[in-house]
């Protein structure tokens, strides 16, 4: 689109006379051969200044140059550990001064802001070239397999800890009122370890592993668990049992336990907790709890036990219709990990 040519002050003065002689726009754009909506805005503006010279910008002028923004956005590109100090130092170099807050206000304008990284499962080459595997080789799937896996895994959950955060609306300088806070205790006050698993049609067995699990207890949890699971979530003959790659889910007398008694196995990806439905139940679970301020661990055990119960079959149904997509994710993220 190119750039109209800006009217000389002389023109812009003859618009004005000829107004106050009482011509109309469209005579006046007639007369001059300019368009009724050029001249009308050369009229407004002097109606509202009194003048038709052009105005100095509002605000004060940006302190670094647009040389600059494009060196500073560069740099975070390509290093978005890069700190505001380390801008700062840059810039002076090339002499320019600003401050911390000026490089801020700057890169908000670009798009960028300063968050906390996320912590996620560290990836090796190795687990990279499997997840890709793993998602280019089921994508085509059809639905009706993933309805067929029954999903599993292990999470921690504390009394009082990161699960119990929650938003208020306080007013100003309220934040320590009794009301707008979060109580907390040191190492969380406790908390319990859960093993869970689910379908698409909805969660199945919820057990707490009261001490220090092992192979053993593993499989006796499963013994106990995954088959009265199955049954009450009345899978269809031939269902797939996934858990991740856990040490004590793939020892040798695990492996050969599941082969005795037939339950087929999804083979699975190391650090590939995205891929795990069951992540999201966990989350949804932990914010229910939370909601609840259980006070005790004996409460803890017995709202979560209540809350599992009361997960929607809908949901369950919804993260497996879904499990395309995180396959999709992870290839269009080259085997890193994805939102999920």
Known sequence: MTKTKELSKD??????????????????GKQLGMKKSTVG?????????????NLPPSGAPHKISPRGVKMITRTVSKNPRTTRGDLVNDLQ??????TKATISHTLRRQGLKSCSAR???????????ARLEFAREHLD????????????????????????????????????HPKNT???????????MLWGCFSAKG???????????????????????????????????????????????????????LRKKHFKVLEWPSQSPDLNPIENLWRELKIRVAQRQPQNITALEEICMEEW??????????????YRKRLTSVIANKGYITKY
């Open 11 to 28: 023109t812009r003065n003859k618009i004005v006379d000829l107004h106050q002689a009482g011509k109309t726009e469209s005579a006046i």
């Open 41 to 53: 805005a050369i009229i407004r503006k002097w109606k509202t200044n009194k003048t038709t010279d």
């Open 93 to 98: 170099r090339a002499g320019t001064k600003v």
């Open 119 to 129: 912590r996620v499962p560290l990836l090796k080459p190795v687990h990279v070239r």
């Open 141 to 176: 799937d059809p639905e009706e397999d993933w309805e067929n896996v029954i999903w599993s895994d292990e999470t921690k959950i504390e009394l009082f800890g990161k699960n119990s955060t929650c938003g208020v609306w306080r007013r100003k300088n309220a934040e320590l």
């Open 182 to 192: 979060v109580p907390t205790v040191k190492h969380g006050g406790g908390n319990i």
């Open 203 to 257: 969660p199945g067995r919820l057990i707490r592993v009261k001490e220090r699990m092992n192979g053993a207890m593993y499989r006796e949890i499963l013994s106990k668990n995954l088959l009265p699971s199955a049954r009450a979530l009345k899978m269809k003959r031939g269902w797939v049992f996934q858990h991740d790659n856990d040490p004590k889910h793939t020892a040798q007398a695990t492996k050969e336990w």
């Open 309 to 322: 119960a009361k997960l929607p079959a809908t949901v369950c149904k919804n993260l497996v219709a879904t």
